[in-house]
């Protein structure tokens, strides 16, 4: 291990997916570093899954193919992986494993850091506050997403996910304190992929933006390593370089098909639908790299994007997702039909941390009770939907009728923003006031009255019962 | 033990040469970093040991240290108001990251305890007797207690003082005792005698407490999928339960969560002794994120803890969030080790380790005499929110109580989000009685009537989806009304709101009884001939919010909008 070069070993028992198996190997360390040089002559990288007397294997994260059990050579680097971290990322476009995309030098830096990362000590984490604004009314206004948090969004096939991802990469600030982007791209076709960089092409040039790009005909397993090293990065400019790190990751899904694939590989027993049992824990070990820390200025944010299978929402990768983070943002191919975009179904997404980050001295003083009286009409609207479907909307009391009105602005006016329109907070609240002034003032009843005096400004429309009545 | 070495290294599960000289469940410091483990098979040239830590790095060749006995934990004072990982380290004095490797002592050993020894020499004493007391924390009295095995004449003792965890207070049968002691934390400490329950925990929550109520020393389980309000639903009992010592076990949860809770416990002041809540709370943190391993031991290290102060007299509650990620360290640890699945990946053992978990709540006579109790409260996370999954089904069968959170609820921002369909309560008989000895002979009858107009509300609303509610019979549609009356202002309950958060006794029992009255007095008026419109038209938003904006003692102020209102409705009457 120490200064002689490493041993190769030549002896591969067998190759089964992306795994290999090394035989007579000596002092090797579980999770280690491989490098595997084939008999063309090209470099492969590899970890160890699992080391047993002098059998390791080792999963290649360029995938198998080409390799021959006799003609491979295989080295062990001593220790587990790891990147060199620091500014130098930023600005840059890389592959999975952190090579360079962009026709530049290979990043480097002084220090280097495991990409498994060390847990954060719970007791040392400060709780999040303060939001990061994404100048989408949808997030900003109903479901606030606050500097530490990691709040995914659950999509569909079909559906503009990836636009709404690289519009808040592209937008999201934290009111001019220092602030970077980490954008992990796992598995995405090229043509998605040249459109997220074309909309981010400002922010790389500004040098706040990271880039790792692993796209869907690159290796299945590098899919493993990418976030890891996305987010050692993340930590690093986070909590040394006193950053607000958003690390925004599209698709989630693939990640997870991923770590199937190779639990497969292993023979592992199932659980779910074929997922490994250990499907939480991974998740938890990238999504729990998000947070603050007592005392020191940064903090990570992180927003995965993924898609649900067959749209389910129980399907363990959006389920265990949803159980590790706080809070999620669902999209609905419903919305999206009636050409709402970005359709964001408002009763089913939540920012469990939103009223740490919203409100008085944060955003706005009304935000959080505007916020709950959104929610509070929509709930209510689709009560009168339901019921004019079965009734028809004539039979609708007055009440039913004007939520039913009020959905409509809430949809076209509130939801409905281009990918390439930032709106600030002041204009997102305006028009969540111009949903509520379209109810009596007494359906408001999760805004307080000096609120409500301050704030509620009804039209005037034309044939609709006076709301002050 | 000499000569052991590490063969396989397969993640968290590591395989040694030789079993010889080790026991099932010793704990064993393995490589050069000497990671702690936990010894879960032997056999005669080889023994499997789950690591508590990361083991990236670790080879075979590695050499193994026994420590000659099972895992154990320190117990003594200083727990209360601490941070700990699962196996009972102190993670207040660790650093921003948690390194691997590190045994640091649970207890410190700086603070200066005030000991009143409660004995004299000559004094003969048993297991688990009094030596003496100190002042934990503000609201805790902290009995040194005489450690399980020790028995004899008190041949010395310290006199009253101040001395530190680790100084010897007293010798007892030729024991040198100290103010702390050791306890393998998979074996339930002894107790004389176990009773029945008696008691009602008091949870503050007034669907629990009216509809579901739960017994010192009994056993509940929360199942609920994700965004039920779960975790919410467990930190309002752990703060606002009428218990002693709370036990908060965060088992492969959000670390943010810890944060917040932290922050919160130490700001909040308990209202029974006006101090921290922090100052009666042991927090036990695995996060999702810390390794895998610790989480199987961190639901039997605070059980442990909770017996350790239940054997001084105290009521303890465990609340373990969540019990799904405990069970899915078994099933990882099961399918690493090669074990035959049962249900989904579980082992076979899950429904007996569950059994055996929630086994260790009761209600006791301690060794030293005192009535005391262990309550745990179990979440339940279930994948997909089905609650037919091994976790969930199996645990229902071994807890009295069942808070199942439904996502309709959840959805409709009913919080806490308990379903009147699904929660059970097998203790609310024994409890009905033990109320109508303490002065409410009608609590069971509120119970069975509140849980009858809530379900007949469920039936008649599926009724007005097809006919629209209009059309409905007048009586009917008085049900409706009063069921949401019942909802929005007896069951639902703010976590936020200062009037909201928790609710005495006295001011439920008024609130629900001021719904149930006005249900039967516009019952009344009905029959008497008052068109339903009358009734429609009167307004009962006051007992919408009697719930927030009286205080939380507030029974009188409930009783006076009682009052007033019900007189105003008898004046429909009179005006009809």
Redesign the interface.
Known sequence: MSSQAPIEYRAIGSIRGPLIVVQDVD??????VAEIRLSTGELRHGTV??????LAVVEVLEGTAGMRLDSARVAFSG??MQVPVGEGWLGRACNGRGEPIDGGPPITGGERR?V?G???????????NEAILTGVSAIDGLATLVR??KLPVFSVGGLPHLELAAQIAAQAHVAGEPFAIVFAALGLPHADVHSVRSVLERRAQLGDLALFINTADDPVVERIVTPRVALTVAEHLA?ERGRHVLVVIADLTNYCEAVRQVSAARG?????RGY???L??DL??L?????R??G?PGSLTQLPVLTMPAGDI???VP??T???T???LVLSPELYARGISPPLDA??S?SR?M?HGAGPGLTREDHLEISAQL??IA?RARQAA??AE??GED?LSDADRSYLRARTTFEREFLTQSFGEARSVEQTLDRAWAVASLLAPEELSMISPPTLEARYRPASRDGAPDPTR | MSGAVV?????PVV?LSAGEGLAMRDLVFVGPEQLPGEVIALEATRAIVQIYE????????DRVHGSGGPLTVELGPGLLGG?FDGVLRP??S???????GGASRTLSEERNWRFVPTIGIGDLVTSGSKLGTLPESAAIDHHVLVPIGVEGRVEWIVPEGDYHVGDVVARVGGHELGLSQRWPVHRPRPVSARLPPAEPLVTGQRVLDLLFPVARGSTAAIPG???TGKTVALQQIAKWCDAAVIVYV?C?E???E???V??EFEALKDPRTGQSLLDRTVLI?N????P?MAREASVYTGVAVAEYYRDMGHDAVVIADSTS?WA?AL??LA?RTGEL?AE???PAGLSSALANFYERAGRVRTLDGAIASVTVLGAV?P????LTEPVTSHTRRFVRAVWSLDRDLA???HYPAVSWRDSSARDSDGLATWQAEHGDPGWGERRTQTLRLLTDADRVESIA??V?ADSLPASERLTLRVARLLREGVLQQSA?LPGDEYTTPAKQRALLELVLEVHARMQALLEGGTPIARLDAFDLSPVVSARFETTPEGAAEVNQIATELIGALDSLEGRR
Do not use: C
Request: net charge negative; proline share 9%; no cysteine.
């Open positions: 002092g090797v360390g579980w999770d280690e899954l699992d080391v047993d007397r002098d220790s587990p495991p498994a060390t847990p954060i000590n719970p007791a040392q984490r400060a709780a999040p530490g948090q909590f592992e027993i199932p659980s779910r490994p049992g250990y939480y824990s938890a070990s999504l729990e790299r998000a947070g820390i007592k020191l129980t399907h363990p389920d265990v949803g159980y590790i706080e809070g999620q009763l089913g939540l941390l009223r929610y509070g709930a339901d019921l079965v009734v039979a | 063969t396989r290294v397969n993640g395989e990361y083991t990236g790095g670790l080879r075979p060749g941070v993670l207040h660790v650093g921003p990251h948690i390194e691997r999928g994700f965004g965060g492969g959000r670390g943010n810890l944060a917040d932290l922050q943190a996060t999702s994120n810390m895998v990620r899915e099933r990882e399918s699945p989904e990946g579980y996370s994948p997909g929110g089905d959805y409709a921002r989806q097809l629209g936020v």
